[in-house]
């Protein structure tokens, strides 16, 4: 681990081996799995996630997830009244990617709101 720097310009691994080391495993790995996912999702690596500071991913996870939320405002603004469901009420023009990421980030959005209601 690299010692003597504060902890936001440590390597993100570090900050995960820190949680680890600290008992909050499940939370890493949480973590750890969903921030690989978008950083896959950018074009960059698991290592590239794992080399770059805990204060730049988070700011990479914000203006991602400020993205995301623009993408769904935009979709949701062209299809008044209805809920985004498959290309043609994405929005007009929405290449097969962007629907199958948002597609993506609202299960992802889903699940998570159905497991803090189930397990609190």
Known sequence: ?????????APYGDYLKILRKEGYTKEADEFELEFTRIFHELGYSKEDLLATSLESVQKIIDIYTNEVQRQLSLAMANTPGMRISGKTLAGKDVDEDTINRVARL????????????LYG
């Open 106 to 117: 609202q299960m992802g959005a889903h699940e998570e709101h159905k497991n803090r209601t």
């Open 1 to 9: 681990m690299t010692e003597g720097i504060p902890l936001e310009e």
